[in-house]
């Protein structure tokens, strides 16, 4: 088996109107080596849920994502408040986003439950204080 | 029906088309970014009255066809410009959604 590809992206907790240029650069490197459309937007949109929760909640991160023979894997690391109750957030319609994120078309509490429903496998780890690292991985 | 031909049908204000032979597959309206994210379908065209830079990530992540920018709500050369750079067809109407969608409906029929 051959070694992954692996894309590290800083995550620019700063601005708001540049969220989504980690996940859009990565469906580029996606394309280049020929992945499957349909494996690319689930990959994307997974990500950019992911990128957009960590500008909204938790000042930026990383996001690593490796190439596998046969999966992809993104790794969403941050040093934000954590996430005091994993299941209430993966809740459908369950948001903690504040009103101004909510005029801009965010914080409909779909963001974790997209991000579950576009991998084959969403682990959440989470410490309140100290951050939150989210592992997924979607099948070739 | 290509998002060029579409536009003058409906007579669509064309803002950035950098790519108006695509082909237009079905059509979505929706305002929450994310719930949009998650459904609309590969090719269709969305109809929004959503006119900040994340309208751009959207599009270009659910990789629809066109982005209509209804109610005839207000677009800024930087959400233009940056459409042209990004790659996604950006077209404005001063039609409600819904009438949006009718006529989208039956041009498509």
Known sequence: MSEPLVYTFL????????AGEASVKMKKNLRMLAIAPDIIRRVAIAMYE?????????????????????????????KGPGIADV?????????????????????????????KRNTDSMTIESTVGVGTRITMTVNL | MTVAQLAERLHLEC??????????????????????MGRAGTDCLWATIMNNMNVLAVATLADVS??????GCE??????????????????????????????SEVLR
């Open chain 2, 75 to 104: 677009v800024s050369d930087d959400l233009r410009n940056a459409a042209m750079e990004k790659g996604v067809n950006l077209v404005r109407t001063e039609l409600p959604i819904y009438e949006l969608c009718v006529a989208v």
């Open chain 2, 66 to 71: 066109v982005t209509v920018i209804c109610e």
């Open chain 2, 15 to 36: 803002l950035a088309l950098p790519a108006p032979d695509r082909e237009i597959d079905g059509a979505y309206a929706g305002d929450l970014l994310s719930w949009v």
């Open chain 1, 11 to 18: 995550v620019d907790g700063d601005n708001f109107t540049s």
């Open chain 1, 50 to 78: 992911g990128e957009i929760n960590m500008v909204i909640h938790a000042g930026g991160g990383t996001a690593t994502v490796s190439v596998h023979n046969d999966k992809i894997e993104i790794v969403l690391e941050d």
């Open chain 1, 87 to 115: 299941e209430l957030a993966m809740r459908e319609g369950f948001s903690t986003a504040p009103e101004t994120i909510r005029n801009l078309g965010f914080g409909a509490g779909m963001g974790l439950p997209n991000m």
